[in-house]
């Protein structure tokens, strides 16, 4: 049977067309053995079993076909907290740990009340959750499935917040009061050509695509929101790498204040936010 080092060896060459074999094959490795990196690179020599071997086999198949790494494994890491994934929402992307950063820059009571509209395997809320315990935390997303998933996912890393099940802020009250409402809402045109590519493929496009040239959503929850936040509280929102102009202008229009922009690890402007105004 192959050993550790030869079958990480192997999986590169068969996903050499991915744009991550080495990422890819040494998550999937891991999956099969249910051990870490460290474990890869102490033990190189370890051979697999034929059960592991056959199982390595069919991921390196599906991933080839296309399926993203995440729906093989069933998990991806977002803030450093591992999160079950499935395909009733999107897998969570580094991009969006600008939101939370800059949601963990603004100035917010100690207990503030927060709410993360469209919350899909509940990574936004729960990056904050572990980061200020103190929060008291919504979050919502109008698919069932997410609603579970997101669930699951405050249960296993136990980081207590509430999960909604609502078409946007439907299900709350409008003197709700929030002192943050964050959002990763879908922002992608249906006509998008990205759209035929890579993992988006395998992702309901309830959780990417949005009307407008992908500016619906967001229009949604910029006018809407105003209603759920208290005075002087805030709303933050991902967009498009294209978008952030016309999110300013949105926010504008419906009078937030204190209009700022925060840029991603690729420094690309993808979180805008605005202040409502007394
Ligand atoms: C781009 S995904 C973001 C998921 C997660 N917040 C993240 O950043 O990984 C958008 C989410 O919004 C949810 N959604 C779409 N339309 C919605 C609506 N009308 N009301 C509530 N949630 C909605 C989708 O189901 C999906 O989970």
Redesign the pocket.
Same mark, same amino acid.
């Given at each position: 049977m192959k050993s550790l080092a030869d079958a990480q060896a192997w999986c590169q060459q068969q996903l050499a067309d991915s744009e991550s074999p080495a990422a890819d094959s040494r998550a999937l490795l891991c999956f099969v053995l249910q051990k870490n990196r460290t474990y890869l690179m102490t033990w190189p020599e370890r051979r697999l079993t034929e059960q592991q071997w056959q199982k390595l086999q069919q991921l390196v198949a599906r991933r080839q076909q296309g399926h993203p790494v995440a729906h093989l494994t069933g998990e991806r890491e977002?803030w450093s907290l591992p999160l079950a994934v499935n395909d009733s929402?999107?897998? &969570?992307?580094p991009d969006?740990e600008t939101l939370v950063e800059a949601a963990l820059s603004l100035e917010l009571p100690d207990d503030a009340r927060v709410l993360?509209?469209?919350?899909?395997?509940g990574?936004?809320a729960l990056a904050l959750k572990s980061e200020r315990p103190a929060w008291q935390i919504t979050a919502?997303?109008?698919?069932p499935a997410?609603v579970a998933l997101a669930q699951h996912n405050a249960a296993r890393l136990a980081l207590p917040i509430q999960v909604l099940q *609502?078409?946007?802020f439907d299900a709350l009250p409008n003197t709700a009061g929030f002192d943050l409402i964050v *959002?990763? &809402? &879908?922002?992608i045109d249906a006509h998008d050509p990205h759209l035929q590519q890579g993992d988006v493929r395998f992702e &309901?496009h *309830?959780?990417?695509i949005a009307e407008q040239q992908g500016l619906a959503?967001i229009a949604h929850i910029i006018e809407q929101g105003r209603y759920y936040l208290r005075e002087h509280g805030w709303l933050l929102l991902?967009q498009g790498w294209q978008q952030a102009p016309a999110v300013v202008e949105l926010l504008t229009e419906k009078g937030y204040k204190h209009i700022n922009r925060w840029t991603d690890y690729g420094n690309v402007e993808r979180v805008t936010g605005g202040q409502k105004a007394s």
């Open positions: 977002f929402t999107l897998i &969570p992307r969006t993360d509209v469209g919350t899909g395997t990574a936004i919502l997303d109008k698919q997410a *609502s078409h946007w *959002s990763n &809402p &879908p922002y &309901p *309830s959780a990417l959503d991902e």
